[in-house]
């Protein structure tokens, strides 16, 4: 049976690409994914998935420090991941729209109001907005602003970290890394004041790597 697992030691094959290995390996934990053999993958099959899903994700560009975004694609696709393709690639391979949400904090809610879409159809549009539009009602539903909560047993997360840098999932007792490739047990802290969540693990070096919670995540059951 597929599982996040598929992905133990399977790294993201370019910089911006995290954010398509993890809704492939959210697939895999759901069983949505197209291994010739159900059970397990055959050898290059999660990255050709995950390659597959990121010339659809790999749309968006933003500069934090113009604070401005802009849709569209490179040839070869080397741009970050928007949340709208996210959920719509999960869809495409088979979860439902109800089981998709697309949620944000305070923090996030201020950072993607605050940049605006270049694109001449999002009309100056915020980020936020525009992504929203892209989302609600037709790919998933969306919920915000909330404080971060863990998965319970039948959800696993694709969570926004490293100052909006990076996607990593998570579920209930494993953490799935594209940087790294580790699939593992993981451990979080939330701080009560500032609700920042942090997010560690410590891989088979005994080497401990630890990410900072950027505000977004999209919630899978």
């Given amino acids: 049976m597929s599982s996040l697992k598929d992905y133990d030691g399977i790294r993201q094959s370019s910089p911006n690409s995290c954010g398509a ?27 050709q998935f995950a390659e597959q899903i990121y010339q659809v994700t790999g749309n968006l560009e933003i500069n934090f420090q113009t604070a401005q975004a802009t849709y569209g694609y490179t040839d070869p696709v080397s741009g970050r ?22 949620k944000y904090n305070n923090g996030a809610d201020q950072t993607f109001q605050a940049i605006t879409v270049m694109n001449a159809d999002a009309n100056g549009a915020s980020l936020l907005e525009y992504e929203t539009d892209l989302i609600v009602p037709d790919l998933a539903y969306e919920v915000g602003p909330l404080d971060y909560t863990t998965p319970f047993p039948n959800e696993v997360h694709i969570v926004l970290v490293n100052d909006n840098q990076h996607w990593i999932v998570v579920a209930k007792e494993l953490l799935y890394d594209p940087a790294s490739g580790y699939v593992g047990a993981y451990s979080s802290e939330v701080d009560p004041e500032t609700n920042t969540v942090k997010f560690a693990y410590t891989d088979q070096d005994h080497a401990i790597t630890s990410y900072t919670f950027s505000g977004l995540w999209i919630q899978f059951s």
């Fill in 21 to 47: 290995f993890a809704v492939a390996s959210v697939l895999a934990q759901l069983g949505h994914v197209p291994w010739s053999n159900n059970a397990h993958p055959a050898e290059g099959e999660p990255t």
């Fill in 81 to 102: 991941n928007s949340p709208s393709k996210m959920v719509y690639e999960a869809g495409v391979n088979g979860i439902d729209k109800r089981r998709m949400i697309v």
